[in-house]
């Protein structure tokens, strides 16, 4: 079950809740990485979300590139919600300064608690644990069970070994070309959530089953 921590958000924030375009699902690292870019990608996304009146979903950490993103979205007097399971809370260092903080029973609900509060997914630089959750989400995507965005922010051209096997999986003939093409990728946090709202004008919204997961 869903614990919900509503963890005094200021009146700016509260204000904002209520008017907000949507909400997307960012997954990153609990780490920084090696380049100042990551970090510097993680702020500039989070300020173009704010500004185009989008609410961050995220996995409630205040470490790494996690932190980075959620506190400059908080500064900007932005919402930001967390979800985290109940046994990363202390590993993870739950953030106890977000608009909202879930604490859910387990990885999977996490991610389909996510998927379901979020109107389109956003990968930024991380590790395995990044990786596991946006592939999850996309796969659903071919799959039917939601039609919405996935994307990759190439910051520092982190992705691109990951974007060239994709491409090689699809001229072996593992990945259908219109599958590859569920995949959005840009360098830039500006264009990629143009491409990202450009999707959801054009695909009728699709209610999430967590079920068929």
Known sequence: MTETLNVEPGTAIRARMDDLKGKICVFTG???????????AARCLGQALVERN?????????????????????????????VIPE???????????????????????RKAVMADLA?????????????????EVLSWAQLGIHNKPCALLNAAGYYQPLINFLDHA???DFL?????????VENDPEKL??????????HAARRFDAAKT
């Open 119 to 135: 109107d389109g997914f956003i990968a930024m630089p991380g590790g395995i644990g990044t990786m596991e959750e946006f592939f």
């Open 54 to 82: 989008y609410g961050l979903v995220y996995g409630g950490g205040k470490v790494g590139l996690m932190a980075v993103i959620a506190d400059t979205v908080l500064a900007l007097k932005g919402h930001v919600t967390g």
């Open 176 to 184: 259908k070309p219109k599958h590859r093409s569920l995949l959005l």
């Open 193 to 202: 959530l143009e491409r990202i709202e450009a999707y959801i004008s054009t």
């Open 87 to 109: 046994a990363l809370v202390s590993k993870e260092v739950a953030h106890e300064g977000l608009s909202e903080l879930r604490i859910v029973g387990s990885m999977h609900e």
């Open 170 to 172: 699809v001229a072996e």
């Open 30 to 40: 609990s780490r920084r990485g090696a380049r100042s870019a990551y970090a510097d």
